[in-house]
């Protein structure tokens, strides 16, 4: 995400087991806001909940999608703007309470306003800097079809100029758009075929 100050962010992935298996097909399903790890079990990388290691991903980097580029958010705070369960991976450029860039959750069980700005329970927030982009990377831990969605909203209207996002597979765009000032935007990308160790990025 680049260009603005504060957003939330559901990701949600689909895999469909193939046709060989169509017998006892199964759905399976990874949702950001329900794998991300907090305290005391927070994990960059994170697990996801069928036990596979290292498939969510927070991550910095330049502004032109560069995987080799990218580097960890390496520091975990559980209290960011010094509310309890506003828990956060961040970089290293400090800003009014909170570091930059940043992945965190709202895991207080609450709606919280810091400065002002409304982040509910159970969201994700997303903030990049104007010259690094903040990236989420889901890898494969399957051979198969997968499908994603995702939606996202402005929740600072005072900050930023827009957004603009990316989502890629691999080096490839598959989804890009933008929003203004105030706005929301969603992705429902169809279905391919990914094996295992492929990355999807959110950008």
């Known amino acids: 995400m680049r260009f603005a100050k504060n957003f939330t962010l559901i990701l949600l992935f689909s895999q469909f087991v193939g046709s060989s298996y169509a017998a006892d097909s199964e759905t399976m399903t990874w949702n950001l806001r329900n794998d991300f790890g907090v305290a005391p079990n927070q994990s960059n990388p994170d697990p996801d909940q069928y036990g596979n290691p290292a498939v969510w991903h927070y991550l910095m980097g330049p502004t032109v999608h ?26 290293t450029s400090p800003s009014t309470g909170d570091v930059l860039p940043n992945v965190g959750i709202n895991a207080s ?3 919280q306003s810091p400065r002002g700005i409304l982040w509910t329970a159970g969201a994700i927030r997303v903030h990049p800097l104007p010259d ?55 992705f429902q990308g169809n279905a391919i075929s990914i094996d295992k160790g492929d990355f999807i990025y959110f950008v």
């Open 66 to 91: 560069t995987p080799s580029a990218y580097v960890y958010l390496s520091t975990f705070l559980p209290n960011s703007f010094g509310i309890n369960g506003l828990e956060e991976w961040v970089g």
């Open 109 to 111: 069980g609450t709606d």
């Open 132 to 186: 690094k982009n903040v990236v989420v990377g889901w890898k494969s831990p399957i051979d198969g079809a997968v499908s994603f969605n995702g939606a996202f909203t402005k929740i600072d209207p005072n900050c930023g100029n827009g957004v603009a996002w990316s989502v890629y597979v691999g080096s490839r765009v598959n989804e890009a758009g933008s929003i203004p000032v105030v706005g929301s935007g969603s």
